[in-house]
């Protein structure tokens, strides 16, 4: 339906001219192209940029990374947020050693099999390190297409999307198809934001459907979003003799990070309900403090409790007493960065 080999062309024109210089960029890669695409999910590119590197000066390649513990590869994620994808590349490494003789295949079909990777990163890697023609299709291009295609319907459709899905397929070059794959990247990016794109910047715009028609605002049609679930928890950050209690995650959601108790009891009952299930008597140490982490589905509302109980406890079910230099060594996620904090400070003082 569109002239997509003009689309694509003026597109490679722009991004020669236009590119964002990135360390992940200009090199043929697979292994960090993987590592960058599993940074890049919902996280802005500024705040990758440290992380990859130092997540690449520990783990330089593949073969270092499958051989490393996941505690080593959550505590280099730290901070970074959505852990699964650092538990899923780790696994995918090992998938990758036993099953691939240590090389990240260029087919898709087989990039799909690696635990962690799906029709995106694969698409991504294939492109990126391999120049195989396929797409790699996210939320950036699925709102530069139905823009650029004018397709006024819920992508939240199973056959909108599909349909979508198509086009971004049909319009990849058969020549530098993973230098098109960033240049619509960076075009959804920088220039066809969510919002008010910026179509007078836009190499696009004279084959764009909705600038024609001047409704680029309104599209992508997303499908109605509910508000995330609000959680409550009392969080008692607890001293005993040098030492502050904390727990390893077995939950799916965070699973393998520490954190500090959360209790789903009322800020008023946190001390009773410390004695009758850990055996901790404790009392206040300083005022409450609230704290909200918001996840995707979830919102955590956080009582933070200092307290301070009797030194030489042993350690409950589950929980650890430790002291701030192997607090430091432990990954914590951002949503404990309070607790975290007031921890120090009183180990500290
Ligand atoms: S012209 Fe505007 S709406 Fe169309 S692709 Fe470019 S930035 Fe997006």
Redesign the pocket.
């Known amino acids: 339906m569109k002239q997509f080999s003009l689309i694509s062309a003026s597109l490679l024109a722009w991004y020669d001219r236009c590119a964002r210089t990135m360390p992940w960029r200009g090199i043929h890669d697979p292994y960090r192209t993987w590592v960058s695409e599993a940074m890049l999910q919902q996280t802005r590119v500024d705040t990758v940029l440290p992380y990859y590197e130092r997540f690449l000066q520990r783990f330089p390649a593949l073969p270092d990374l499958a051989a490393s513990d996941e505690a080593d590869v959550l505590k280099q994620w730290e901070g970074l947020g959505y852990y699964s994808r650092a538990r899923n590349l780790l696994k995918g490494a090992r998938q990758v050693m036993e099953q691939f003789g240590g090389q990240l295949p260029s087919e898709p079909a087989l990039l799909r099999k690696i635990s962690g990777i799906g029709p995106y990163t694969a698409g991504a890697i294939a492109s990126i390190a391999y120049d195989v023609r396929v797409p790699a299709v996210d939320g950036n291009v699925l ?2 297409f139905s ?2 295609c004018g397709i006024r319907e819920n992508i939240g459709l199973p056959e909108v999307r599909k349909k979508l899905e198509s086009l971004a397929a049909a319009a990849v070059p058969e020549k530098r198809p993973g230098d098109y794959n960033q240049a619509v990247m960076d ?1 959804g990016a920088t ?3 969510p919002g008010t ?3 007078t ?5 004279s ?5 024609a028609h001047g409704d ?1 605002e309104s ?1 992508p049609i997303m499908p109605v979003s509910r508000p995330p679930k609000a959680v409550r928890w009392s969080v008692p950050v607890i001293i005993s003799g040098g030492r502050t209690l904390v727990r390893c995650r077995t939950e799916s959601l965070l699973r393998g990070m520490w954190s500090f108790p959360l209790l789903d009891c009322d800020p008023g009952s946190v001390f009773s309900f410390l004695e009758k299930k850990y055996r901790i008597r404790a009392q206040a140490a300083g005022d409450p403090v609230h704290a909200r982490h918001v996840f995707t589905h979830l919102v955590w509302e956080m009582d933070v409790i200092p307290a301070i109980a009797e030194p030489g406890l042993p350690d409950p079910a589950d929980f650890r007493w430790v002291t701030l230099e192997t607090l430091s060594g432990l990954a914590f996620p951002a949503a404990m960065n309070v607790p975290l904090q007031a921890a120090r400070h009183i180990l500290q003082a």
Do not use: E
Not at 201 to 205: G, I, K
Not at 207 to 211: I, L, M, R, T, V
């Open positions: 709102r530069v823009r650029l075009l220039v066809c934001v794109p910026d179509c910047r836009c190499p696009l715009s084959f764009c459907d909705a600038f680029a599209l």
